[in-house]
């Protein structure tokens, strides 16, 4: 059977990302089942989602997807090579034959070339060689240097933000000698983090937009998926404006000691004590990103040490691959997907919270992380009622009939 692979975040799942589903079918098999690994309640760009796994997770098998799994905490919150690693790696132990992703150059050959360059040693050397040259460069601005020197114009394509992802998904693909077959479909309308005035779908960051001006999604996504974002909307569990979680993460934030922040990732090269000083000397959540950030240093980066501060993430707990794949949403034929896992047992599938009990102590203390981050998550909800803690133990897979 051949099964497609999609790593996503679907904050919210929108008409573009149908479409990414839907081409990906066409250039197969149309009879191609999909499997989507996603960012649980907190995203790479270190920000919270916009709706709940769950609800997330039910809206994209409501459009297309077969099986929904969450990609545990620390993969979330860390850089794209590690995002990467963590999903894909995921993506092939649950028996995905290829993986699909969006890319603004929409060909695939110039993507592997870039990432087989991208994968030697010698080519991090040249990185490690040209930051220490400069000090105030991020990874990311001497890793541009690096690849203009060895491929040229070539590099420009590591300027494009779907296309690094693209290109850190081959990475993970080679690097772990995986056996499956990667393809790409080209991103058109709205760039992410832009805002777009001609055709096609509108970004992800758009939308988030517009629903913090309490405007409607309506012409936007899929009318499936808008039936459960409307439910979410009509019980309080929309998260529209972060404050409530800001002010959270700020009281947690002061409670830690420098060396604490040293541990987080991307804590080291000085980055930690940075932020440790930003928190003790700034009012707000912004005041304190600004604070912290530096060429070097970037937002990105200081929003998910926040977080990974925040929610009691460690440097290495996000190395190697997931050990375990949690059920967040199904149709029927996930369900079948399921069970050839498990004859398979290539990899644990948690379909109810209490069957981790059985796992070791490593799974065990990694779903504790992140139900510990979806109680933090909840605290943002205008509902009270719907701020209680527990769920993730209480919540069992959305099963669709």
């Not at 990302?17 to 009879?31: I, N, V």
């Not at 459960?228 to 404006?241: A, I, S």
């Not at 949403?329 to 050839?340: F, N």
Request: hydrophobic share 40%; with cysteine.
């Amino acid at each position: 059977m051949d099964i497609i692979g999609i790593v996503c975040e679907y904050n919210p799942f929108h008409n573009g990302h149908a479409y990414h589903l839907l081409m990906s079918k066409q250039a197969l098999c149309e009879d191609a089942a999909v499997i989507c690994v996603m960012s649980g309640d907190f995203m790479q760009r270190g920000d919270a989602a916009v709706y709940s796994k769950f609800a997330r997770a039910e809206a994209a098998c409501m459009c297309g997807a077969n099986l929904v799994i969450e990609l545990p905490l620390p993969w979330s919150l860390s850089s794209a090579e590690s995002f990467a690693r963590g999903s894909v790696g995921l993506l092939s132990a649950l028996g995905a034959t290829h993986l699909s992703f969006g890319s603004e150059t929409g060909e695939i050959e110039p993507l592997k070339k870039l990432s087989e360059i991208l994968i030697k040693p010698e080519f991090n050397e040249k990185i490690k060689e040209i930051l220490n040259r400069d000090g105030n460069l991020s990874y990311a601005a001497a890793r541009q240097i690096a690849a203009e020197e060895e491929v040229g114009e070539l590099s420009e394509q590591l300027e494009l933000p779907n296309n690094i992802l693209a290109i850190e998904y081959l990475k993970a693909v080679y690097g772990l000698n995986l056996p499956i077959i990667p393809m790409t479909v080209q991103r058109f309308g709205g760039g992410h983090d832009k805002e777009w005035a001609g055709s096609g779908p509108k970004s992800a960051s758009e939308l988030r937009s517009l629903l913090k001006m309490g405007k409607s999604l309506s012409d936007h996504i899929p009318e499936k998926a808008d039936k459960v974002y409307q439910r979410e909307r009509e019980q309080g569990r929309e998260l529209t404006d972060k404050s409530l979680l800001e002010i959270a993460m700020l009281s947690r934030l002061r409670m830690f000691d420098e060396e604490y922040f040293d541990n987080i990732p991307d804590g080291g090269d000085g980055a930690g004590r940075r932020l440790y000083k930003a928190v003790r000397e700034e009012g707000g959540l912004d005041s304190v990103l600004s604070a912290a950030k530096t060429k070097r240093y970037t937002l990105s980066r200081i929003r998910r040490m926040c977080l990974n501060a925040c929610l009691g993430v460690k440097k290495g707990m996000n190395d190697g691959i997931p050990p375990y794949a949690r059920v967040l949403a199904a149709d029927s034929r996930g369900c079948e997907i399921i069970k050839e896992v498990n004859k398979k047992e290539t990899i644990p599938v948690i379909t109810k919270p209490a069957s981790v009990k059985a796992l070791d102590d490593d799974c065990k203390k990694l779903f504790e992380l992140g139900a510990s981050a979806h109680d933090f998550y909840v605290l943002g909800r205008k509902a009270t009622g719907e701020r209680r803690s527990g769920a993730d133990f209480r919540q069992s897979p959305v099963i669709l009939k």
